[in-house]
């Protein structure tokens, strides 16, 4: 392609490659550079919703501190004080990776392991799918989510 025609196309709309060809749509480009925190990206949405939900859990473990320790302990996750603490520790470093895009990708595959793990546990626990009779369904497509933001994050 001639001068004239790229400087027309890299005011356009494409970004070009090293070899001279277009590398790919601007809009992509500043996408993927520019809007960590652009909630008109559904990538970041989904990114941000996925640590944010793990909040409420961090506060559920601290103000019912009793209920929680009591569900490790039906679960088999001895010494159930240690593993409340653990998961508590583990939930606050997710959100805050999730929601302000620090390592997402490695964070997303973290807590989609993780949330999978509380939906085993909490079936052996309630013996219910349902969530909203205490299932693991809700844990589980949690963690769908959470292995699409890292999948998408990791491209």
Same mark, same amino acid.
């Given at each position: 392609?001639?001068?004239? #025609? @790229?400087? *027309?196309?890299?005011?356009? +709309?494409? %970004?070009?490659a090293d070899n001279g060809g277009?590398?790919?749509? #601007?809009?992509? =480009? =500043?996408?993927?550079?520019? +809007?960590?925190?652009? $909630?008109?990206?559904?990538?970041?949405?989904? @990114?941000?919703?996925?640590?944010?939900?793990?909040?409420?859990?961090?506060?559920?473990?601290?103000?019912?501190?009793?209920? +929680?320790?009591?569900?490790?302990?039906?679960?088999?996750?001895?010494?159930?004080?240690?593993?409340?603490?653990?998961? $508590? /520790?583990? =939930?606050?470093?997710l959100a805050a990776c999730l $929601?302000?895009? %620090?390592?997402?990708?490695?964070?997303?595959?973290?807590g989609c392991v993780y949330l999978?793990?509380?939906?085993?546990?909490?079936? #052996?626990?309630?013996?219910?799918?349902?969530?909203?009779? /205490?299932?693991? *369904?809700?844990?589980?497509?949690?963690?769908?989510?959470?292995?699409?933001?890292?999948?998408?994050? +990791?491209?």
């Amino acid at each position: 392609m001639d001068a004239e #025609k @790229r400087t *027309e196309w890299d005011r356009g +709309s494409m %970004i070009w490659a090293d070899n001279g060809g277009p590398a790919c749509p #601007k809009a992509v =480009e =500043e996408c993927a550079v520019d +809007s960590a925190f652009d $909630m008109t990206n559904g990538y970041a949405v989904l @990114r941000v919703l996925c640590g944010a939900f793990f909040i409420p859990h961090v506060v559920g473990k601290i103000t019912a501190r009793q209920a +929680s320790v009591a569900f490790f302990k039906q679960a088999g996750l001895n010494p159930p004080q240690f593993w409340s603490y653990v998961a $508590m /520790g583990l =939930e606050i470093v997710l959100a805050a990776c999730l $929601m302000l895009g %620090i390592l997402p990708d490695y964070a997303a595959y973290l807590g989609c392991v993780y949330l999978l793990v509380a939906a085993a546990a909490n079936f #052996k626990v309630s013996r219910r799918w349902l969530w909203h009779i /205490g299932g693991s *369904e809700w844990p589980v497509f949690w963690a769908l989510c959470c292995a699409v933001v890292g999948y998408y994050g +990791s491209h």
